[in-house]
């Protein structure tokens, strides 16, 4: 696993969240699908969000 830092503060204590329901993101075009999840990496020390990635990303696909 690679080492996260905060590119604001360089603090590498980086904690994890996650955007589910209503903040879920969904794939454009796509009618009958429940989007995904998106995994968000804080800093702890100063809140800046580092990273945000989706939990499925097989669903963005394009077909
Ligand atoms: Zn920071």
Redesign the pocket.
């Known amino acids: 696993m690679q080492e996260l830092r905060?590119t604001?503060?360089?603090?590498n204590k980086i904690g994890k969240g996650k955007l589910e329901g209503y903040a879920a993101l969904i794939p454009m075009g796509k009618i009958f699908t429940t989007g995904s999840a998106v995994i968000v990496d804080v800093?702890t020390?100063?809140?800046?969000i580092i990273r945000m990635k989706v939990e499925k990303p097989e669903k963005f696909k394009i077909q």
């Open positions: 905060c604001v503060c360089g603090s800093c020390e100063c809140g800046t």
